[in-house]
């Protein structure tokens, strides 16, 4: 079965620094996403793209947050200077277009470590 | 807006016996409804989803929940718990349009003990 794959699986990086995480989405879905989990928290909503653009975001994606499909496979979240609080595991999703009642099928994610 | 509460933050059964977790949603129309497991190091899975027809939904591992829009609830069930389904388990909630994103609760982690 088509997986989501997210890359790097864990990323340690310093406050202030910038870090991309990258996903490869199932290869015929068009919507894509990314969510968080705080550490004991519930999973947020952060983003939805669908042709080339954000459809929508949360008030968690603030301006340090940007997302980008560079090419034909890759999804990528940049957080251009992180703060503690970024810490988290980030889950990518992706869901095909042609059924809207399709689920969304999630990535293993990047526990992402801000020191 | 949507909201999903899950009241039981850690569950222990044993193996063998049945399960119940609980999961009440709040919003003002028909919802979509999912239950996702999450093993440890892993990603979120789809369990099953409701959209609507038949309020009792069969999902995979023989897990099945039931709709029940009286109560605002869609609490999963199985009835004969395995080892292997000790994990955090997360319902969420969507909104009737197509591209929606889903609103998680906080997780029900569940312990299987011998």
């Given at each position: 079965e088509p997986e989501v794959t997210q890359t790097p699986s864990h990323q340690v990086t310093q406050m202030g620094q910038e870090v991309i995480l990258r996903c490869v989405p199932i290869?015929?879905?068009?919507y894509f996403y990314w969510y968080r989990q705080i550490l004991g928290q519930k999973v947020e909503f952060l983003v939805s793209f669908y042709n080339n653009e954000i459809s929508e975001k949360s008030e968690i994606f603030d301006d340090q947050f940007s997302v980008e499909r560079p090419d034909g496979s890759n999804f990528t979240l940049k957080i251009r200077s992180t703060k503690l609080e970024d810490s988290a595991m980030y889950f990518c999703a992706s869901r095909e277009m042609t059924d809207p009642y399709s689920p969304l099928h999630f990535g293993n994610g990047t526990r992402l470590t801000v020191t | 807006a949507q909201s999903v509460t899950q009241p039981d933050i850690h569950i222990t059964v044993s193996e063998g016996a049945s399960l119940e977790l609980r999961c009440n949603y709040s919003y003002g129309a028909t919802p979509y409804l999912f239950w996702y497991v999450q093993s440890p190091g892993q990603g979120l899975q789809l369990l099953l989803k409701y959209f609507s027809g038949d309020t009792l939904v069969q999902g995979i591992k023989g897990f099945e929940a039931e709709f029940k829009r009286s109560q605002s609830s869609f609490n999963l069930r199985k009835p004969s718990v395995h080892w292997s389904d000790a994990a955090e388990y997360f319902c969420a909630v969507g909104r009737n349009s197509g591209n929606t994103p889903l609103v998680f609760g906080k997780g029900t982690r569940l312990s299987v003990i011998a």
């Amino acid at each position: 079965e088509p997986e989501v794959t997210q890359t790097p699986s864990h990323q340690v990086t310093q406050m202030g620094q910038e870090v991309i995480l990258r996903c490869v989405p199932i290869s015929n879905h068009l919507y894509f996403y990314w969510y968080r989990q705080i550490l004991g928290q519930k999973v947020e909503f952060l983003v939805s793209f669908y042709n080339n653009e954000i459809s929508e975001k949360s008030e968690i994606f603030d301006d340090q947050f940007s997302v980008e499909r560079p090419d034909g496979s890759n999804f990528t979240l940049k957080i251009r200077s992180t703060k503690l609080e970024d810490s988290a595991m980030y889950f990518c999703a992706s869901r095909e277009m042609t059924d809207p009642y399709s689920p969304l099928h999630f990535g293993n994610g990047t526990r992402l470590t801000v020191t | 807006a949507q909201s999903v509460t899950q009241p039981d933050i850690h569950i222990t059964v044993s193996e063998g016996a049945s399960l119940e977790l609980r999961c009440n949603y709040s919003y003002g129309a028909t919802p979509y409804l999912f239950w996702y497991v999450q093993s440890p190091g892993q990603g979120l899975q789809l369990l099953l989803k409701y959209f609507s027809g038949d309020t009792l939904v069969q999902g995979i591992k023989g897990f099945e929940a039931e709709f029940k829009r009286s109560q605002s609830s869609f609490n999963l069930r199985k009835p004969s718990v395995h080892w292997s389904d000790a994990a955090e388990y997360f319902c969420a909630v969507g909104r009737n349009s197509g591209n929606t994103p889903l609103v998680f609760g906080k997780g029900t982690r569940l312990s299987v003990i011998a």
